[in-house]
């Protein structure tokens, strides 16, 4: 029989069915082992095991022991002081295992009362129940003795049973809907957002450009130094202290060298620092890259986060046959090419200090043939309010309850705006989006 999405209904610790209602225990246990029996799970010792630890906890009522340390120390035996942050045992699992059920349920042919989920950014499982819709049977000895009919009797049986097989073929087909979709319609808009790059094995590379950093030439230092013993003798000197010329002083372009290992912005640099930790939460394992250290066939390869706008040049090739695009037209300014002479900032960018401007761009279909994400702000501020934007799922879910339904299937194209204070930025909202 066909279940409603609107009987679904999440069971969690609170509403845990009490000892008596075993039917539900039984129906739990009983999907647990249908999913540690297929080819998902059968296969892999430790998901195995995680799943059905988190699965029985929470059964018993622990739900809220499942912290990170716990699973831990009781399911993988590590130390009671051992380090989370450098042993990521159980994030990874978690990973794992939140990717193998949507598999499960994905390639799924015969339907259940229930369903065992395990939300993003959590260890606790959730069971979606669904309840199917009530039909009446006669019983044998009360169905009608078949009597001799009228032509018009049997047409008006005829056209009862055209309609009745019609409505099971539509059932049906409404069924199978619903058994494809009802995971996805679910899911958080957070998680919808970033699907398509968690659902591959491979790590999301997370793309920074190296700027161009140009700096004094030890002979420069040396030269200063003859003027001013002690000053700038050693190289911490020359890391942590700015060079104190007299801005009326002429320096030679030979005094001046390219210097390429500290060329990564602050906010790129934060901006990374964010993902990897949004990402390492759920298990998803990512590969910091530096430009030029990634080229266009690790593109090809792998998900990625391109992360800057100016400096970072796969980004400007990408946005630049895109609707919104980053343009330098009285300072740097975000521009529509639908909507002629529509810029964000409205004034030239030295004309205010308050706002900045970011684009996020979701391609599924990129030139590279791979999913990529594009966060990026006109200076570092909008960097950061973006990276906040699609890491959290109350801000991201509100801006796209907007969006059309079928977003999660499309590229889009976000532009942010967020007031700064004190260099800091505030909550970012969507001002522009596009979709297609």
Known sequence: MGKSLESQETLTESNLPDAADVVRRQAVCEELERILQGKHFRNSGRAKQFLQFIVERTLEGHSDDLKERTIGTELFQRPANYSTGDDPVVRVQAGLVRRRLEQHYQEAQESSPVQIELPLGSYAPEFQWFKPETA??????????????????????????????????????????????????????????????????????????????????????????????????????????????????????????????????????????????????????????????????????????????????????????????????????????????????SLPIHEYNRQDFAIVTRLKDTKTGQFTIIIAGLTSRGTEAAVDFVTNTSELGTELQAAPPDWPSKSLELVLETDVMDSVSGPPHVVASYYW
């Open 136 to 345: 009446e049977v006669l019983p044998a000895e009360n169905l009608p003795v078949e009597q001799p009919v009228s032509g018009k009797r049997l047409l008006g049986r005829k056209l009862l049973f055209s309609l009745a097989f019609a409505a099971v073929v539509i059932l049906s087909t409404g069924i199978v809907f619903v058994k494809t979709h009802r995971t996805e319609l679910r899911k958080s808009a957070l998680e919808q957002f970033w699907g398509p790059a968690i659902a591959v094995p491979q790590p999301i590379l997370l793309c920074v450009a190296d700027a161009v950093t140009y700096r004094p030439t030890p002979k420069l230092y040396e030269k200063y130094e003859r003027s001013h013993p002690g000053s700038f003798a050693t190289q911490t000197q020359r890391a942590n202290i700015p060079f104190p010329l007299d801005p009326a002083d002429k320096i030679p372009w030979g005094d001046l060298e390219l210097f390429h290992q500290w060329g990564i912005t602050k906010g790129d640099l934060t901006t990374a620092v964010r993902l990897a930790a949004f990402f390492g939460k759920i298990g998803k394992p990512v590969d910091l890259r530096v430009e030029p250290e990634y080229s266009y066939r690790d593109l090809r390869n792998s998900p990625a986060v391109l992360i800057g706008a100016f400096n970072n040049e796969w980004t400007m090739n990408l946005v630049s046959d895109l609707r919104f695009t980053f343009v330098e037209k009285d300072g740097i300014r975000i521009g529509d090419k639908v909507s002629a002479g529509r810029f964000w900032p």
